[in-house]
């Protein structure tokens, strides 16, 4: 399929103006090695979906664990078809696991880096890991007389390449950027649960890239198949609509939940308010996110409203709706606690403990928060999680759930029917489970307080609570 190419425009490196660009036709998808810096949620979907193109992959990672899974042709995490996409890309010999950085540079034209940028206590972004991945492909492409692409896939305050990345890559190297080595921005919109289908068919494709035809080229040519045609624009740019996605999303998710309550308090039923908001697709966009329930987390949409507010207060300006966004979804997870505590049960089961169905990424789950308040008010605890076990569990996942619940393994039950028989109260915060068959095991008698609306056809009552409904 031809794809629509970019080619040089006149956009320097360090503007932030979005570049003007003239258009032409590229009719062949070049295949190129590439390297895969992070083996995490972005990093190991954008290996198995790049090897499965043709790409001749290595992802480095400095956690063995990970690289032996990977190399053992299975998924350090849990996302759908993604253990067989993996498992196909090691068979064809397409792909491989390593913590050899070095060797990895110095065999493949392209780096993507997908490393973690977490929150500090303060909302700023950790990118120390970022940074040491740049510098060590910076002191390798020194030793190169190729023209190495370094693809930045790691989330990113505005600014944060220009001043802090690419310089760190010219030291390290010697070697100046967009002259002897490229530089790029790609921002990832890969939706935990549905990862492979958003890479396959994605809602939209950006690439920074200042001034650098070559990687810029690179670039199109991987994704010459997308019926997508890629926005390109200035890094700073670029930066920046990664966050903007995910404030967006942050703000949809809570303007909807907040919604909810007031619906619920006036004797509306809020899924039916939201369902006539989001059929009006020309001016309320679209109904992705719009669905009142539960607290949003994840390993994005906190961390970036976290660390837009931060950028703000380093600069002078307010970010009321911001401050906003995140004081409402925690009061999402005060009002889930509060329909627990009205019970007057002790004995509390957890249906779910990650951020969201069909994966295991417990960074910033709310129901990792509600379980550790329960467990510090004296609660009972039991939780349900078929996606969580402590053996698959590797890297910051795992750290972040044993410093959070250290003892994790004593509150895990085995099957859904362990959980109904503990539980004077089942707290609903994973919808899967309970589609799969399971609600008629559940006593009707039994207290049950829902926060993802399971059944459409359930309204609060005596037994039965819905957060928002």
């Not at 070049?30 to 995490?40: A, M, N």
């Not at 085995?414 to 899967?432: C, H, K, P, Y």
């Amino acid at each position: 399929m031809d794809s629509l190419v970019y080619s040089r425009f006149n956009s320097p490196r360090g503007s932030s103006k979005t570049a003007k660009c003239e258009k032409t036709l590229v009719r062949k998808s070049t295949k190129f090695k590439i390297g895969v810096f992070g083996i995490g949620y972005v990093g190991t979907v954008s290996a198995a979906c790049l090897a499965r193109d043709g790409h001749q992959v290595v992802a480095v990672d400095v956690n063995e664990q990970k690289i032996d899974v990977i190399n053992q042709g299975l998924s350090p995490i849990v996302e759908p078809k993604l253990n067989e996409s993996v498992l196909a890309a090691v068979r064809s010999g397409r792909l491989k696991a390593t913590s050899d950085a070095s060797a990895a540079i110095s065999s493949t034209d392209i780096s993507f880096v997908c490393v973690g940028t977490p929150s500090q206590e303060n909302g700023s972004l950790e990118t120390s890991f970022v940074s040491r991945v740049a510098e060590e492909i910076g002191k390798n492409i020194g030793k190169s007389t190729n023209f190495h692409s370094v693809v930045m896939r790691s989330t990113m305050l505005p600014g944060t390449m220009e001043e802090k990345i690419i310089p760190l890559l010219e030291r390290a190297s010697g070697k100046r950027a967009g002259r002897d080595f490229g530089v790029a921005y790609f921002p990832e919109f890969l939706r935990e649960g549905t990862a492979i289908a958003d890479y396959d068919n994605p809602g939209a494709i950006v690439f920074g890239v200042d001034g650098d035809a070559r990687t810029l080229k690179r670039l199109m040519d991987i994704h010459a198949k997308s019926s997508i045609a890629p926005q390109v624009m200035s890094i700073r740019a670029a930066e920046a609509v990664k966050y903007a996605n995910n404030a967006w999303h942050a703000t949809k998710i809570s303007f909807a939940n907040e919604l909810g309550l007031l619906c619920k308090a006036m004797g509306v039923d809020s899924h039916e308010v939201m369902n006539a908001v989001t059929s009006d697709t020309k001016l309320n966009i679209s109904p992705a996110y719009l669905k009142p329930g539960f607290a949003f987390g994840g390993s994005c949409l906190p961390k970036d409203v976290s660390a837009l507010r931060y950028a703000g207060r380093m600069v002078d300006v307010d970010t009321p709706l911001l401050d906003a966004v995140l004081q409402a979804n925690e009061n999402q997870i005060r009002s889930a606690f509060r329909l627990v505590s009205a019970t007057e049960k002790r004995r509390i089961g957890l249906v779910g403990l990650s951020f969201k169905p069909d994966t295991d990424d417990l960074r910033y789950s709310p129901m990792l928060e509600i379980a550790q308040r329960l467990i510090g008010r004296g609660y009972e605890v039991a939780i349900y999680d078929p996606n969580i076990r402590l053996s698959r569990l590797a890297g910051a996942n795992k750290e972040h759930l044993t410093k959070r619940l250290p003892h994790i393994a004593c509150l895990l039950r085995e099957t859904m029917s362990d959980l109904i028989e503990f539980a004077e109260v089942l707290v609903i915060g994973n919808r899967q489970e309970l589609q799969n068959g399971l609600w008629p095991l559940i006593d009707p008698h039994k207290i049950v307080i829902d926060l993802v609306r399971v059944r459409p056809d359930q309204q609060s009552g005596i037994n039965y609570h819905g957060l928002c409904w």
